[in-house]
C-alpha cells in the first residue's frame, strides 16, 4: 500500500443460502483484512489510546484509489498539544 503501520491479511468470505437466493448474479468483491499496527499521529495508520482508528490523510488518499467509500471520516487530535 506505500502506507507506514499497516499490513493487510488475507479474509474467507461466503455467501449465505439466503444472499444466493436473493443475490445469485452478484459477485462480491476482493476483500483484505487491514491491520494496524502502528501507531496513531506516528505513522500512517494507528490505533489511538482510546482504540479509535487513526489514519493520516496521504493514508485516506491510497485507500480511498483502492476503492474506499463508505467511511465516515473525523479529524483527530492526540491531546498531546
Do not use: C, H
Amino acid at each position: 500500500m506505500g502506507a507506514t503501520g499497516v499490513k493487510f491479511g488475507e479474509v474467507k468470505i461466503s455467501k449465505s443460502r439466503e444472499f444466493m437466493d436473493l443475490q445469485p448474479l452478484v459477485e462480491l468483491p476482493t476483500i483484505a483484512w487491514l491491520q494496524p499496527t502502528g501507531v496513531a499521529g506516528v505513522d500512517d495508520v494507528g490505533i489511538a489510546p482510546d482504540y479509535r482508528l487513526v489514519v493520516s490523510e496521504r493514508a485516506v488518499e491510497i485507500l480511498q484509489d483502492l476503492g474506499l467509500s463508505n467511511a465516515r471520516l473525523a479529524p483527530w487530535f492526540d491531546g498531546a498539544t
